[in-house]
């Protein structure tokens, strides 16, 4: 339904983009650019009394691995949003809506749950991230994988499947919790709610290690990814071994999204609004584009953010609760105007 | 005489396991000790037992009920109180209560929270109704978008009015903390499932579209918004007394029908039974996998519920749309879906 009328019949243009609308897209860019440095030297500064040097350090030290933990996480859901609404040829999706979080959610639990607080996997955080992300690519790449195999890439289907996996994965994590050792569950507890203040420098270097692995491993898929919009058929008379080239992809959307998960929790709907305020603005099928639109328009949204819920409303908002809240209106509005159009 | 044969056995498992969930539990109650008169035993069967029992056969019987009524109204098998805000706005409206009269009792609560439910659901079907989406799957994943973003509200509210604990025991349905005087609300369902039969014929012509409905002289808004309204109102008397408790709504009433089909009257019966054995067999495997602890049945329901939804699904994709009938007549809210 929509998503043929929203990416089919302007395809064409993405191939020969006139000159004009080039220049029109470099200008958006530095404007983005602009908007997302202003953002974070807002929010490195703001606040910080520079007359007194400790201070000034201790204020540093606190805020810089936050913003350097946000824009992973813009850059991570950003991608993967783009790269999967791509894949499925659905502007209306984002993993997380396919209860990829709660998963990840699920599977550390379940293994502080299966080998206890007092083994090395529990102890070491590092070695914690690696157990939970291995475990997350396998299992999220064979659940999914089976889900789309089944239901014949039915993009709707899959929707409500996850939707409703999402609650399932919830259930099994709640009914563990209830069913643990209350000293196991404080262990638990503080690090499943790894918030943006408490990351570890070792955490977000192994991060990046990884992200630069997933990027060099997908580097070719990547570059088809522009072929893979046009649909199936066409994509496979250009000559892309399409299922292999979708199974890479998607095992590499899950890890990303384990990562954001893994450093910040669950913030589902920030990948539906970064994803499409990248394609509204842009108007482009340039995947290079596109992904670093929506990277910005996330390192944006989540400092300005953050920055709002920190100044403004001194704390009293998770911004969980304002993304859930303001994402929810924006897809029903999606859904209203592509209604419309269509 | 096959379909007869089911109803009887349902009502056969319903009472052999009413019988052992009134069993069930940290204090051993013997049934000779019971009846020879024994003061404490007959106190525990009647204060905790007794009614824990009837919450959960009320709750069974007026969740699936009220799963039927939205599905026939909107001609859509995948609407229920879960997937059609009418549990989180009950939730709202129970936070209102709190907010505005911080001594209100449970009456003045399940008032506020049916009020919250009704409207709740009333928006959400003029949405879906409006934008007349082609394809079915499309109105539960708003329905459950909307739930979202009012159990969003809920939880900032609840949140800057540090309500977030006394709220959290209406967000996880459980049957430990019925007792006697606590819970007696949740009768409400009986006489609105009597009034629901009584109008069942009703329902399943508005399910059948507007024109066909106004050919066979039936109000179409009237009878529409007024289901809606009986759903909701017994959400709401539910979730006021127990908590929140998903998917029974949903998948009650689809199982029933894969055996007895779409006309209400002839389902009514059955899946009403069948509501009440579902809960009840998730009640008494809560109570029994950690005994002594037990955990919420919205948890058992959570898992059993949506490995269910998702077979069901499946096997429908697997078997083509006669497998389930997904569609009752003209769909209203789907439009003309092929």
Same mark, same amino acid.
């Given at each position: 339904?929509?998503?043929?009328?929203?990416?089919?019949?302007?395809?064409?243009?993405?191939?020969?983009?006139?000159?004009?609308?080039?220049?029109?897209?470099?200008?958006?860019?530095?404007?983005?650019?602009?908007?997302?440095?202003?953002?974070?030297?807002?929010?490195?500064?703001?606040?910080?009394?520079?007359?007194?040097?400790?201070?000034?350090?201790?204020?540093?030290?606190?805020?810089?691995?936050?913003?350097?933990?946000?824009?992973?996480?813009?850059?991570?859901?950003?991608?993967?949003?783009?790269?999967?609404?791509?894949?499925?040829?659905?502007?209306?999706?984002?993993?997380?809506?396919?209860?990829?979080?709660?998963?990840?959610?699920?599977?550390?639990?379940?293994?502080?749950?299966?080998?206890?607080?007092?083994?090395?996997?529990?102890?070491?955080?590092?070695?914690?991230?690696?157990?939970?992300?291995?475990?997350?690519?396998?299992?999220?790449?064979?659940?999914?994988?089976?889900?789309?195999?089944?239901?014949?890439?039915?993009?709707?289907?899959?929707?409500?499947?996850?939707?409703?996996?999402?609650?399932?994965?919830?259930?099994?994590?709640?009914?563990?919790?209830?069913?643990?050792?209350?000293?196991?569950?404080?262990?638990?507890?503080?690090?499943?709610?790894?918030?943006?203040?408490?990351?570890?420098?070792?955490?977000?270097?192994?991060?990046?290690?990884?992200?630069?692995?997933?990027?060099?491993?997908?580097?070719?898929?990547?570059?088809?990814?522009?072929?893979?919009?046009?649909?199936?058929?066409?994509?496979?008379?250009?000559?892309?071994?399409?299922?292999?080239?979708?199974?890479?992809?998607?095992?590499?959307?899950?890890?990303?999204?384990?990562?954001?998960?893994?450093?910040?929790?669950?913030?589902?709907?920030?990948?539906?609004?970064?994803?499409?305020?990248?394609?509204?603005?842009?108007?482009?099928?340039?995947?290079?584009?596109?992904?670093?639109?929506?990277?910005?328009?996330?390192?944006?949204?989540?400092?300005?953010?953050?920055?709002?819920?920190?100044?403004?409303?001194?704390?009293?908002?998770?911004?969980?609760?304002?993304?859930?809240?303001?994402?929810?209106?924006?897809?029903?509005?999606?859904?209203?105007?592509?209604?419309?159009?269509? | 005489?096959?379909?007869?044969?089911?109803?009887?056995?349902?009502?056969?498992?319903?009472?052999?396991?009413?019988?052992?969930?009134?069993?069930?539990?940290?204090?051993?109650?013997?049934?000779?000790?019971?009846?020879?008169?024994?003061?404490?035993?007959?106190?525990?069967?009647?204060?905790?037992?007794?009614?824990?029992?009837?919450?959960?056969?009320?709750?069974?019987?007026?969740?699936?009920?009220?799963?039927?009524?939205?599905?026939?109204?909107?001609?859509?098998?995948?609407?229920?109180?879960?997937?059609?805000?009418?549990?989180?706005?009950?939730?709202?409206?129970?936070?209102?209560?709190?907010?505005?009269?911080?001594?209100?009792?449970?009456?003045?609560?399940?008032?506020?929270?049916?009020?919250?439910?009704?409207?709740?659901?009333?928006?959400?079907?003029?949405?879906?109704?409006?934008?007349?989406?082609?394809?079915?799957?499309?109105?539960?994943?708003?329905?459950?978008?909307?739930?979202?973003?009012?159990?969003?509200?809920?939880?900032?509210?609840?949140?800057?009015?540090?309500?977030?604990?006394?709220?959290?025991?209406?967000?996880?349905?459980?049957?430990?903390?019925?007792?006697?005087?606590?819970?007696?609300?949740?009768?409400? @369902? +009986?006489?609105?499932?009597? #009034?629901?039969? $009584?109008?069942?014929?009703?329902? !399943?012509?508005?399910? &059948?579209? *507007?024109?066909?409905?106004?050919?066979?002289?039936?109000?179409?808004?009237?009878?529409?918004?007024?289901?809606?309204?009986?759903?909701?109102?017994?959400?709401?008397?539910? @979730? +006021?007394?127990?908590?929140? #408790?998903?998917? $029974?709504?949903?998948?009650?009433? !689809?199982?029933?029908? &894969?055996? *007895?089909?779409?006309?209400?009257?002839?389902?009514?019966?059955?899946?009403?039974?069948?509501?009440?054995?579902?809960?009840?067999?998730?009640?008494?495997?809560?109570?029994? @996998?950690?005994?002594?602890?037990?955990?919420?049945?919205?948890?058992?329901?959570?898992?059993?519920?949506?490995?269910?939804?998702?077979?069901?699904?499946?096997?429908?994709?697997?078997?083509?749309?006669?497998?389930?009938?997904?569609?009752?007549?003209?769909?209203?809210?789907?439009?003309?879906?092929?």
């Amino acid at each position: 339904m929509m998503e043929k009328t929203m990416t089919m019949p302007k395809a064409k243009e993405a191939v020969t983009p006139s000159p004009a609308k080039r220049k029109r897209n470099t200008y958006k860019f530095v404007i983005l650019i602009a908007i997302a440095i202003l953002s974070v030297v807002l929010y490195m500064t703001v606040g910080v009394r520079f007359d007194n040097p400790r201070l000034l350090q201790y204020a540093m030290r606190l805020r810089i691995p936050k913003v350097i933990v946000m824009l992973i996480v813009a850059f991570c859901i950003g991608g993967a949003s783009m790269v999967f609404q791509s894949i499925i040829n659905n502007t209306i999706v984002t993993p997380c809506l396919l209860g990829m979080n709660s998963l990840y959610t699920l599977i550390h639990t379940a293994v502080l749950f299966f080998f206890g607080t007092g083994s090395l996997v529990a102890r070491n955080s590092n070695i914690s991230f690696e157990v939970d992300l291995l475990l997350m690519g396998i299992i999220a790449t064979f659940i999914y994988s089976y889900m789309f195999k089944k239901t014949k890439y039915n993009v709707l289907y899959v929707l409500l499947i996850g939707t409703v996996l999402t609650s399932f994965f919830t259930s099994v994590q709640t009914t563990m919790v209830r069913a643990m050792d209350p000293n196991e569950y404080d262990t638990l507890l503080a690090t499943l709610v790894a918030s943006f203040s408490n990351v570890n420098s070792e955490i977000i270097l192994l991060s990046v290690v990884m992200i630069a692995l997933v990027l060099f491993g997908l580097r070719k898929d990547l570059k088809v990814l522009d072929v893979i919009t046009l649909g199936k058929e066409q994509a496979i008379n250009l000559g892309v071994d399409y299922d292999r080239t979708i199974k890479r992809l998607l095992l590499g959307v899950v890890l990303l999204i384990a990562i954001a998960t893994a450093m910040v929790g669950p913030i589902s709907f920030l990948g539906l609004i970064i994803a499409n305020l990248a394609r509204q603005l842009l108007k482009t099928y340039r995947h290079s584009q596109l992904i670093l639109g929506s990277a910005l328009f996330g390192v944006v949204l989540l400092i300005g953010g953050q920055l709002i819920v920190e100044r403004l409303f001194v704390y009293s908002i998770p911004i969980s609760v304002f993304i859930t809240v303001g994402g929810g209106l924006y897809f029903l509005y999606l859904l209203y105007t592509q209604k419309r159009r269509g | 005489m096959k379909n007869s044969g089911i109803t009887v056995l349902l009502l056969i498992g319903i009472m052999v396991l009413s019988a052992f969930s009134l069993f069930v539990g940290v204090i051993n109650i013997s049934f000779t000790e019971l009846a020879t008169g024994d003061f404490d035993q007959l106190q525990i069967m009647f204060i905790s037992r007794l009614p824990r029992l009837l919450a959960i056969l009320c709750t069974g019987v007026g969740m699936s009920v009220a799963g039927l009524i939205m599905q026939q109204l909107c001609a859509n098998k995948f609407v229920s109180p879960t997937t059609g805000a009418t549990i989180s706005s009950a939730q709202f409206g129970i936070l209102l209560a709190f907010l505005f009269m911080p001594s209100s009792t449970i009456w003045s609560r399940a008032i506020f929270s049916a009020v919250c439910a009704i409207l709740g659901t009333w928006i959400f079907v003029w949405f879906v109704q409006r934008i007349q989406f082609k394809d079915i799957v499309m109105v539960p994943l708003v329905g459950i978008m909307f739930g979202n973003i009012i159990g969003g509200i809920t939880n900032y509210l609840a949140y800057q009015y540090s309500m977030t604990q006394a709220i959290s025991s209406w967000l996880v349905g459980s049957f430990s903390t019925v007792l006697r005087g606590r819970y007696e609300i949740v009768y409400l @369902v +009986v006489p609105l499932v009597v #009034i629901a039969f $009584i109008f069942a014929n009703h329902f !399943n012509i508005v399910g &059948m579209g *507007k024109d066909f409905s106004k050919n066979l002289g039936v109000n179409y808004n009237l009878v529409l918004f007024a289901g809606l309204t009986i759903a909701a109102m017994i959400t709401a008397s539910v @979730v +006021v007394v127990v908590g929140s #408790i998903s998917y $029974i709504g949903l998948i009650v009433p !689809n199982v029933a029908a &894969m055996f *007895k089909g779409d006309k209400i009257r002839g389902t009514l019966v059955d899946t009403v039974l069948f509501g009440a054995l579902f809960v009840l067999v998730c009640d008494i495997i809560g109570r029994l @996998v950690i005994a002594p602890y037990e955990l919420p049945i919205e948890l058992i329901v959570g898992i059993l519920g949506s490995l269910i939804f998702i077979a069901l699904l499946i096997y429908r994709l697997g078997h083509g749309s006669k497998a389930i009938r997904i569609k009752a007549g003209k769909a209203a809210a789907g439009g003309n879906a092929q």
